[in-house]
């Protein structure tokens, strides 16, 4: 059974930084697809980042390319978000997504996805 738990959310100062986590397991994810989302309350769910476990191709959505890095840890089958110069726009509900057939910005392009993970920036 494939599972996806993050970890690493909680209450940060605007400005500041986080670390988020996802462990993926269940089987091998080499080849697989693996992407951030966020949703905030009343919000659609809207896409962060992914990246390609096979080739490490990044995708990352405009507002927060250069503030956020996507990354994989293969021995650990773990994906990370590091967060920088967050703003209190980027609270959020923060899920781990994973799919074997294609990288993706879409929220129904992922097969698989984690608990998520709540993220709060005070201003």
């Known amino acids: 059974q494939i599972q996806l738990v993050e970890s690493g959310g909680g209450l940060v100062q605007a400005g500041g930084s986080q670390r988020l986590s996802c462990v993926a397991s269940g089987r091998s994810f080499s080849g697989w697809h693996m992407a951030w989302f966020r949703q905030a309350p009343g919000k659609e769910r809207d896409f962060i980042a992914a990246?390609?476990?096979?080739?490490?191709?990044?995708y990352y959505q405009n507002s927060v390319e250069g503030r956020f890095t996507i990354s994989k840890d293969n021995a650990k089958n773990t994906v990370y978000l590091q967060m920088s110069s967050l703003k209190p726009e980027d609270t959020a509900l923060y899920f781990c997504?994973?799919?074997?057939?294609?990288?993706?910005?879409?929220?129904?392009?992922?097969?698989?996805w984690g608990q998520g993970t709540q993220v709060t920036v005070s201003a």
């Open positions: 990246i390609s476990w096979r080739d490490s191709t990044k």
């Open positions: 997504a994973a799919d074997p057939y294609r990288l993706s910005t879409v929220v129904a392009a992922y097969h698989y």
